[in-house]
């Protein structure tokens, strides 16, 4: 199984400073993605990284990828409350179906 | 306009009923997906449809049945109901296998 595993389970923040968030996985894999999932609702993509890139940024978010250590890190700077939500990784492998596989999840609380 | 949508939003209902639920997705995807996240919050696929047919079923019991009338649609319906159904679904449809999901709201299935 190639099933993803975030650390840490919780992390508890005041709003303003960065959070990081670290996911790791068994086997090789195509892609790894990073979703959000507020209390209540579906989840929210938010960033792709290929197997063939190292780092990724979108707006306050910093993805970054070691495919030799089989992990990925998520960051995001200067957070507000408004980010406390679960935040999950998920990978699809490199042949035969793509079929992602979602780690167990972060769950951030930012205070305000 | 919402772009992937679930019906219902809340499930009630007994052991050994039959329940379905329906998802739709206006966004053009080629692929769609069913999901399962226990009280844990852990994610698990249960199926995939590309271009309405069948390309993951993930040991799922039988009892579970996929339906996609077309590329918009995919419904899930669920025979003989089981304590252990109860979750929250949901359903997800993306262009292609490997790129990012777009996740709908979940139904949340309790079973009495």
């Known amino acids: 199984s190639q099933q993803g595993e975030e650390d840490p389970q919780a992390l508890s923040i005041q709003e303003g400073e960065n959070a990081t968030m670290n996911c790791s996985y068994k086997t090789s894999i195509n892609n790894l993605q990073w979703y959000r999932q507020n209390s209540g609702r579906g989840l929210v993509h938010l960033i792709l990284?290929?197997?063939?890139?190292r780092e990724k940024h979108s707006g306050r978010l910093r993805v970054t990828l070691d495919t030799s250590k089989k992990s990925s890190s998520l960051l995001i700077t200067a957070s507000r409350a408004a980010d406390t939500a679960s935040y999950f990784c998920?990978?699809?492998?490199?042949?035969?179906?793509?079929?992602?596989?979602f780690g167990t999840g972060t769950r951030l609380k930012v205070l305000a | 306009d919402t772009a992937v949508s679930q019906t219902p939003k809340y499930l009630v209902t007994q052991m050994g009923n039959d329940k379905s639920i329906k998802c739709e997705q206006n966004?053009?995807?080629?692929?769609m997906y069913w999901y399962k996240q226990d009280s844990k919050k852990f994610l698990k696929i249960m199926f995939s449809y590309n271009n309405k047919e069948l390309i993951i079923n993930e040991t799922v019991p039988n009892r579970f049945s996929p339906k996609s009338p077309d590329k918009a649609h995919l419904n899930l319906h669920i025979n003989s109901l089981e304590l252990g159904d109860s979750a929250v679904y949901f359903c997800?449809?993306?262009?292609?296998?490997?790129?990012?999901?777009?996740f709908g709201p979940g139904t949340r299935l309790t079973v009495t």
């Open positions: 966004l053009g995807h080629d692929t």
């Open positions: 990284i290929r197997s063939n890139e």
């Open positions: 998920a990978t699809a492998g490199t042949s035969g179906t793509y079929k992602y596989i």
């Open positions: 997800a449809s993306s262009q292609r296998e490997v790129d990012e999901q777009y």
